[in-house]
């Protein structure tokens, strides 16, 4: 039996986000805890030229809700990045989360061949739609969650794998 890639996309994006949620309450339970402001969490960085944690944060929503979008067809919701502290980057992945629980998987249908094209600077990749979930679209996702993940660590912030991870459930 083949995955849809409604399966491959929807729950996965979910599951992510969600992992994300717990990570931000995490995040501002330490900062109480330490005397820290929500933006000396959110604004900080593994190294100068990558994105703070905020910006992790809306990038991993960016990639989730235009992923979908590109698949399904469904218009996405726009958001401003202009998110800094915890109660605001939460709201966005809650509010990221309602949009792709709101997709019907039936507009899935055919999205493993759909040509998706990523307009950048200097170059217009082209994928079907399935090269393009598995090889850009989920690495990058994956890539600005762990990116939350290990700028938390590296403040202090008692997370480990399982926190990762996240909670096992069926599908």
Request: aromatic share 10%; proline share 4%; net charge negative.
């Amino acid at each position: 039996m083949s995955v849809s890639m409604y399966r491959a996309t929807i729950p996965v994006f979910i599951r992510g986000l969600d992992v994300l949620v717990s990570l931000l309450d995490k995040g501002a339970a330490h900062a109480k805890e330490k005397g820290l402001s929500d933006t000396d969490v959110t604004s900080a960085r593994l190294i100068d030229d990558m994105l703070p944690l905020s910006g992790q944060i809306q990038r991993a929503s960016d990639t989730s809700k235009l992923s979908a979008q590109r698949l399904s067809g469904v218009a996405a919701p726009a958001f401003d990045d202009t998110e800094t502290t915890f109660v605001e980057l939460r709201e966005r992945v809650v509010k990221t989360v309602a949009y792709l629980k709101s997709i019907d998987a039936g507009t899935f249908e055919g999205s493993e061949t759909r040509v998706v094209t990523l307009k950048q600077k200097n170059f217009e990749p082209k994928f079907s739609g399935e090269d393009y979930l598995f090889l850009f679209a989920l690495p990058n996702f994956y890539f600005h969650i762990v990116t939350a993940y290990d700028i938390l660590r590296h403040l202090g912030v008692p997370v480990g794998k399982m926190d990762f991870l996240g909670a096992f459930q069926a599908a």
